[in-house]
């Protein structure tokens, strides 16, 4: 989507900062920026060309974009009225390029997988091997004030989740006017109790435990008691983060630093994978 040049520059800095404070370590891990490797633009290419539309319009990314609701009718519809762009629709394609390329979200990563696939049996070779999810307790953080959608930096509405920046009152409170239910009691429902099963995955996964320890500890609490519970979980949990943020923020040298050596270390696996896909395609 359009984005403001100034503030993207500001956000992808604010990005990197965020990373390496909750403890990507850059001797290990290789953090970069997407738009330094474009090598994962060349290889969208070739997948956009071996990519059925249909994969594409089952994607919830750009639906949940667009609002996109069941009474639409077609694809054709939906970008006529609410001016889909090209590059939000093909997106998914450029994650597969990404994953496959350099070996987030379960739906991208099954796409990876069938584009893969079909790779695989054009090129007659099993040349790209299939990605796997790595599967936690909390698998997807909900919003705070609706439990159907996912906690979400882009929402209107501050208040449906936690931002890493936020003080501990704030934190306290959002977490106190977190939707629940009326039920007595900490059970653990994602089909009856939605609200609160989010609240209690969110815990389970900030303190590293699992959700049947949660429910075990907590199991007589009132909501308001767990809510209490959970906040002073966050805010212990997202303290140490905040600090080493605010120390990054004056080392932005170390900063780009990172992500130059991290672009060009990524370069160095995406451009063989690169060559050999356009040999298999016939194009090198």
């Known amino acids: 989507m359009p984005q403001d040049p100034k503030k993207l520059r500001e956000d992808r800095r604010n990005m990197a900062i965020t990373l390496l404070a909750c403890g990507i370590d850059p001797k290990k891990v290789i953090l970069f920026e997407q738009s330094k490797v474009s090598e994962h633009a ?54 597969a390029a990404d994953i496959l390329s350099t070996k987030d979200q379960i739906q991208h990563l099954e796409l ?48 449906t989740r936690i931002n890493l920046i936020d003080p501990p009152e704030l934190i306290s409170q959002k977490i106190k006017r977190a939707v629940t239910d009326a039920h007595r009691g900490i059970s653990y429902s994602r089909t009856d109790r939605p609200a609160l099963a989010n609240l209690i995955e969110i815990y389970a996964g900030m303190k590293k435990v699992s959700i049947d320890e949660v429910v075990k500890i907590h ?38 630093g990172v992500l130059e050596e991290g672009a060009r270390k990524a370069k160095e696996i995406a451009r063989p994978n690169l060559e050999m896909a356009q040999k298999l395609m016939g194009l090198r």
């Not at 909900?142 to 959608?149: A, E, I, K």
């Open 42 to 95: 060349e290889l969208t290419w070739m997948l956009n060309c071996l990519t059925p539309v249909g994969w594409l319009a089952r994607m919830t990314q750009w639906k949940s974009k667009l609002g996109v609701t069941k009474g639409a009718q077609s694809l054709e519809d939906v970008s006529a009225t609410q001016g889909l762009h090209l590059g939000l629709f093909a997106y998914p394609v450029l994650m």
């Open 112 to 159: 990876a997988r069938d584009i893969a696939t079909t790779f695989n049996k054009t090129v007659r070779k099993p040349y790209f091997p299939l990605p796997r999810p790595i599967i936690t307790e909390t698998k997807r953080v909900m919003s705070l004030r609706d439990p159907t959608n996912k906690m979400s930096k882009s929402d209107a509405s501050d208040q």
């Open 219 to 256: 199991a007589d609490d009132s909501n308001a008691a767990f809510k209490e519970a959970l906040a002073s979980v966050i805010i212990e949990a997202v303290r140490p983060i905040q600090e080493e943020m605010k120390r990054l923020e004056g080392e932005v040298g170390y900063v780009e």
